[in-house]
């Protein structure tokens, strides 16, 4: 069978780590759709957990998938597919292009991290 080369142009390692930035973001999409759903602090009734420890609650979900999505935007960023000094400037910027648009966030925003 003749190969051709797809025209993304992308290697398969680039595919690789952007099905699984697309992955990490729907389960993301998921943890945070629970929450508002159920709330933070609910649990998924069928799911099976250890008997020493205790179920797992939407916000630990989120938690987890939140950190999963940071390792694949490090990964992509470690193999320079994605430039990290765009990444930090734009969230940098965010606050201020995002702030018409608010109605219940206070002010200042404070974002818990010290400053650069
Ligand atoms: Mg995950």
């Known amino acids: 069978m ?8 992308l290697s ?3 595919q690789e780590r952007l099905v699984i930035l697309v992955e990490e973001c729907g389960e993301v999409i998921q943890a945070a759709s629970k929450i508002l759903r159920h709330g933070y602090e609910s649990t998924n009734p069928k799911a099976i957990t250890p008997e020493d420890e205790l179920p797992e609650t939407n916000r630990s979900a989120l938690e987890r998938e939140l950190g999963d999505l940071g390792h694949a935007v490090r990964r992509m960023e470690a193999e320079a597919d994605l ?3 765009a990444i930090t400037a ?3 910027s965010k606050p201020e292009r995002i702030r018409p648009y608010l109605h219940h966030q206070p002010e200042p925003w404070k974002s818990g991290k010290p400053e650069a």
């Open 2 to 9: 003749r190969q051709t080369r797809h025209f993304n142009g």
């Open 12 to 14: 398969e390692a680039e």
């Open 83 to 85: 430039n990290p000094l």
């Open 90 to 92: 734009r969230a940098a």
